[in-house]
């Protein structure tokens, strides 16, 4: 078994897409997050929902959760449309938590598993050259060795 | 809306639980991982499949995942086995990795996201005194503020 045949579509952003419409592509996707492509399509890195939420959440309020306590319950259903005009790019994890790991179509799942288990990430993207064929989650590699 | 509202069932395993059983609820399951019950029952950490794979493949190939490319096909497809007979106390993520944000039922969508945000993690469990009522993903957390 190699990392073509178990490669599947996995939703992508790009750096200029709206952060509401990143938002709206997670919201109850059961995913990691989304792969963002960089300037020349080619995987760049993972945005998982939390990177959403820290644009949207007031940062005194992420200084200091508990005074999110304080904030009535009717406006605290709509914090989201904090994202306003903002954009995937202002979104990005730190640069030291963008590990996206590649993995070329004929790597064994043994190497999948590896880099998972090093970088501690859900989730390779299957690359070929700068061109993305799909990613594997680590539920879906677990599924696959389980034979479930 | 308040977190009790929106409290899912969600898997959970003891530190007694067979790594292999942990690995098997995974599998598939699009979830950010298993909720690991302490003696009390209440919960104490997220176990993310990464964490499963760290057990399951060799040390000296999460030092050099190339070197997994060097594993032939037949025998990378069965390195689960390696599980053996561990159980999910041997597989816990680092103390330092270990926080699973816990909220109260009458939490708000904004303490929830503020948690979310500030630990960046995907996962919350409800929790009232020790007994465990669900758990909410940022995904789920992302439908409902975006009423997706």
């Not at 990005?92 to 090093?118: C, F, G, K, Y």
Request: proline content about 9%.
């Amino acid at each position: 078994m190699r990392a073509s045949e178990l490669a599947t579509e996995f939703p992508t952003v790009t750096l200029a897409t709206p952060a509401v419409d990143a938002a709206r592509q997670m919201a109850g996707n059961d995913l990691p997050g989304l792969i963002v492509l960089g300037q020349d399509e080619s995987p760049f890195c993972v945005l998982p929902a939390a990177q959403v939420l820290r644009m949207a959440v007031p940062q005194y309020i992420q200084d200091d959760p508990a005074l999110a306590g304080v904030i009535d319950e009717a406006a605290a259903d709509t914090f989201i449309d904090n994202l306003g005009d903002h954009t995937v790019r202002e979104l990005l994890p730190p640069p030291n938590s963008r590990e996206l790991p590649t993995v070329t179509p004929d790597a064994t799942l043994l190497e999948i598993a590896a880099l998972m288990a090093q970088l501690r990430v859900p989730v390779v993207a299957v690359v070929d050259g700068n061109t993305m064929h799909g990613a594997i989650t680590a539920d879906a590699l677990l599924d696959h060795v389980l034979g479930t």
